[in-house]
């Protein structure tokens, strides 16, 4: 069979389960559920090169060294596109697929997947996408079904042609019904709507024209004049934002006259809330779900994640409790969509952690904002093996450097100097310097910024192999 091309959308901020997804690192690069992120166990899932081809993610700037981390990070090969505003699923869809084209030919087939999904049979998904293909060969556009277990009002919903059938034509589409009407719906064989698509190229191209021709012109503008960018693909930012914010459902898939449904059988969870991921997580004797150093007397039906803190229940059921380093969260699984509010309220009150992780991950590595007062700031930083920091100068502020762990490339005006454990420099205000680990092991080295003002803003970039200058 000719190799089916995935296509991620990897640029949602994953409110909902904040405080660990926040705007700066969104859940879908997060180990949420087991060991990898959605994002990685999603390209994991389209890595027979039997059955799938290259893959195409679509993501946004802030997001993009993310991507390319852990793609590489799981051995995967794939091209990365970037959206210089949001503009929602179509032409994200539309510009990944105008893209796929120019790449692979116009009938090139394209699996349409978000990137924060969890799907936990991942051999019932590639059967699944089989048997959608011979769909879309026949220039069908056809949306995965889940079958669902409950009547949930979160969920849009698909209503079959034929309900019970494994492939059928769509009758019509439900957007996030109130519970009984959600029930009405499944008794008469809805199912879940997945959000995946599958189609060939020059069908999602006819159909753009014929029902989203806005979107066709724009995007396609958008992928003819895309620039590279080291390893990204940045699209035009004058066509992309002259195309409508619109989600793909509502510009082409209720108005197509070819969509099919495929009953899909996979487990299957948005992970949209809390509660979702509750639900998929493995609990104990009394439905607790708990992941780090947590304990409980007499608590039944929680969800607790803790990063470090030890964190302690008694008498309480039904709660989800959130520990990380800088933020707390105590919420009634009931409740759990209602977060997005609550982050929606941290916003208006300019607080930052409503966006910001006290643990910034940078393509370089990592730093943690360990403490700061007045005129001080104290970080602990990670650099990757062969990473290096940008040549840069602050204005307002001086820094102490001081290695814990590995071997420091440090470059002050015209000198350079390696430093080991235990070994520390000075770093002046208003000196150019860089920061290189040059070694086989991560670094670690602990900052201590001083001066007036000691904002992520005071650094003026003169050289950086990111392109950040």
């Not at 060991?35 to 893959?55: H, I, N, Q, W």
């Not at 024209?209 to 003819?224: E, F, K, R, S, Y």
């Not at 001081?402 to 071997?407: A, D, F, K, P």
Request: charged share 25%.
């Amino acid at each position: 069979m000719t190799p089916i091309v995935p296509i991620l959308l990897a640029g949602g901020t994953g409110t909902r389960l904040w405080p660990v997804s926040r705007a700066d690192l969104p859940k879908q690069f997060l180990p949420l559920h087991k060991d990898r992120s959605t994002f990685e166990a999603t390209l994991m899932r389209v890595s027979d090169r039997e059955v799938f081809g290259k893959p195409i993610i679509i993501t946004n700037d802030a997001y993009r060294f993310h991507v390319e981390v852990q793609a590489k990070g799981v051995g995967m090969n794939v091209d990365i596109l970037l959206e210089p505003c949001a503009r929602d699923s179509a032409p994200a869809i539309a510009a990944a697929g105008a893209f796929a084209r120019s790449r692979d030919g116009d009938d090139v087939t394209l699996l349409i997947l978000s990137a924060d999904h969890v799907v936990l049979d991942d051999d019932l998904f590639v059967e699944a996408v089989v048997k959608a293909s011979a769909a879309s060969d026949d220039g069908r556009l056809v949306v995965f079904g889940i079958k669902p277990n409950a009547p949930k009002s979160e969920f849009g919903y698909i209503v079959p042609g034929e309900p019970g059938a494994d492939l059928t034509t769509v009758r019509s589409f439900v957007e996030k019904p109130d519970a009984p009407a959600a029930a009405e719906l499944i008794s008469n064989g809805a199912l879940w709507n997945a959000g995946y698509f599958m189609m060939r190229g020059d069908v999602l191209a006819s159909e753009l024209l014929l029902n989203a021709p806005d979107i066709a012109q724009a995007t396609d503008q958008a992928v003819a004049n895309s620039k590279e960018d080291l390893s990204f693909h940045r699209l035009d930012p004058e066509a992309f934002s002259a195309s409508p914010k619109i989600s793909f459902d509502y510009a082409v898939m209720e108005k197509t006259t070819k969509a099919t449904v495929v009953a899909a059988s996979f487990r299957w969870s948005d992970t949209g809330s809390w509660e979702a991921l509750w639900e998929i997580s493995s609990k104990d004797k009394d439905g607790n779900a708990f992941q780090g150093p947590v304990n409980a007397v007499d608590a039944k039906n929680c969800l607790v994640l803790s990063e470090d803190a030890v964190t302690g229940l008694v008498g309480v059921d039904d709660l989800i409790v959130t520990v990380t380093s800088d933020a707390v969260l105590v919420a009634h699984r009931s409740r759990a969509q209602d977060v997005k509010g609550l982050v929606e309220q941290l916003k208006t009150d300019s607080v930052p952690q409503a966006i910001e992780h006290r643990l910034v991950r940078r393509p370089w590595g990592s730093y943690d904002a360990v403490d700061e007062g007045e005129r001080f700031k104290v970080k602990r930083l990670t650099v990757h093996p062969g990473a290096a920091l940008s040549l840069q100068r602050h204005v307002h502020r001086a820094e102490h450097w001081v290695v814990v762990r590995g071997v420091a490339e440090v470059t002050i005006g015209d000198e350079v100097q390696r430093l080991g454990e235990n070994q520390s420099t000075y770093i002046p205000q208003g000196a150019v310097h860089r920061l290189a680990n040059p070694g086989h092991i991560p670094l670690e080295l602990i900052e201590v910024q001083s001066g007036a003002y000691l904002g992520e803003d005071d650094i003026e970039r003169l050289e950086d192999v990111f392109g950040r200058v």
